[in-house]
């Protein structure tokens, strides 16, 4: 068993820490944020459907416990890939 494995909180799926985004919970301030922080964290799979069920679903708020700004969803969407360019 790998400890870096986590779940993703969108679709359930199970792959190394490395594949998912983060969105964290820090504490004492209770501000959410991406990537860094000590606090309680969600994992979310790199993909536009994850990304939809989890805002759609309030599958991050659920996990961790607290309202998601906006800007968090908006910065996880300019993440993503960018479609292929087919010339």
Not at 53 to 80: N, Y
Request: contains cysteine; proline residues 7%.
């Amino acid at each position: 068993m790998t400890l870096s494995q986590r779940r993703c909180v969108s679709c359930g799926r199970l792959a190394e820490r490395s594949e998912f985004w983060r969105v964290v919970r820090c504490w004492p301030d209770q501000r959410v944020q991406l990537d860094r922080g000590m606090g309680r964290s969600a994992y979310l799979c790199r993909t536009a459907e994850c990304l939809k069920v989890a805002k759609q679903k309030k599958r991050l708020a659920r996990s961790l416990r607290c309202p998601i700004p906006e800007e968090i969803f908006t910065t996880l969407a300019a993440r993503l890939d960018p479609p292929p360019n087919h010339d």
